[in-house]
């Protein structure tokens, strides 16, 4: 089977992922088919704008500010458009951002130009998860897929997915009135099983950096002894932590067991509940799972606009990050 680089949510924090993206590039390991949701998406629609012979040289600190506009507005707009709107964000505003970005271009443009297979995850109203790619929605275009992805509940309101018309080039709604998309980390931060039925997909390389998950998976990593010297493992306070992790870990395991199995018998139907049991029962690690160092402010950052400084920092860090598991895919690559 074909390996799949699938490239997490996060915000802001998602930026990290050129910092993989670049390692991969460097090594000639960067695979065909990629996945991006929510933040991740805005990353993985960078890569199908390029051929590979153009894409390294494109990542360098300025990516937020070449074009002028701003992926998050500063706090104070925020606040003044939740208060207004009931959401911190105006889709206006976002959608006019990557209209700068990605233009008009669609799955089907983007994979004459890039050659790879690249998906974006988005969630319908109905509450179902719909990888989007050359395959699925060729004529879709690809700013409105991230414009769906990147719509939390909360932070933007749902948006609509266009299509080029075939003979006129004009754009047309993609689905039926009154169907809206939104952020696709809701139903699968990693559609993986689309994936495999898509592109024969069995190996999967996650750059995972949702703050809460990349968190919970660092310290897991820690409670296996991966990351800890003997002299860590031997202190006291820490090994409390990793007993308290384990114990969450177990009722974590069981409570999505019982929300799994009150679905299956229908005892549980209401939307809600169906979109946490589709957060909480998903899994957001791969065969490969690449976890950048999340330092406090990050967690502070997750919705700000990052600075060329800043973006400097995401690219390191995704980098550093990334060089630990490049024999790993290599051999994993080498196996396809």
């Known amino acids: ?126 509450g179902h998860g719909f990888v989007l790619n050359h395959f699925t929605a060729p004529q879709v275009v690809i700013r409105t897929a991230v414009n769906a992805s990147c719509a939390l509940p909360g932070l933007m309101r749902p948006f609509e997915l266009l299509a080029k018309d075939e003979k006129t080039g004009e754009l047309i709604a993609f689905h039926p009135p009154g169907v809206s998309s939104f952020d696709g980390t809701i139903t699968a931060d990693i559609p993986a099983a689309r994936l495999t039925e898509l592109f024969n997909c069995n190996n999967f390389i996650v750059s995972q950096v949702n703050p809460h998950v990349n968190f919970v998976l660092h310290l897991a990593e820690e409670g296996q002894g991966r990351r800890l010297s003997r002299a860590a493992r031997s202190n006291d306070r820490r090994a409390a932590v990793i007993k308290l992790l384990r114990v969450a870990k177990y009722l974590l395991l069981n409570i999505k067991y019982g929300v799994q199995k009150l679905l299956e018998v229908d005892l549980l139907n209401l939307r809600m ?55 790993a895919i290599r051999l994993t690559m080498a196996a396809e």
């Not at 699938?6 to 992922?17: D, P, R, T, V």
């Not at 700000?304 to 390191?316: C, K, L």
Request: proline share 4%; net charge neutral; aromatic share 10%.
């Open 273 to 327: 509940v169906r979109t946490l049991q589709g957060i909480l029962v998903q899994d957001f690690r791969g065969h490969i799972t690449v976890l950048p160092q999340l330092q406090f402010r990050d967690y502070l950052r997750v919705l700000r606009h990052p600075n060329d400084d800043e973006m400097a920092r995401f690219i390191r860090n995704g980098e550093a990050a990334t060089w630990p598991h490049v024999e």
């Open 1 to 126: 089977g074909r390996t799949a680089l699938c490239l997490s949510g996060g915000g802001a924090l998602a930026m990290y992922h050129f910092g993989v993206i670049k390692v991969l590039l460097q090594e000639g390991l960067l695979p065909q088919v990629i996945s991006g949701t929510s933040g991740g998406s805005i990353v993985a629609a960078f890569i199908s704008m390029f051929p590979e012979e153009e894409l390294l040289k494109t990542i360098r600190p300025d990516l937020s500010s070449r074009h002028g506009v701003r992926w998050f507005p500063p706090v104070w707009k925020m606040v003044i458009n939740f208060v207004q709107n009931s959401v911190l964000m105006s889709s206006e505003n976002f959608a006019e951002t990557t209209r700068a970005y990605f233009g008009d271009v669609t799955f089907a443009e983007a994979f004459v130009i890039s050659k790879r297979a690249v998906s974006i995850q988005i969630s319908v109203g109905s």
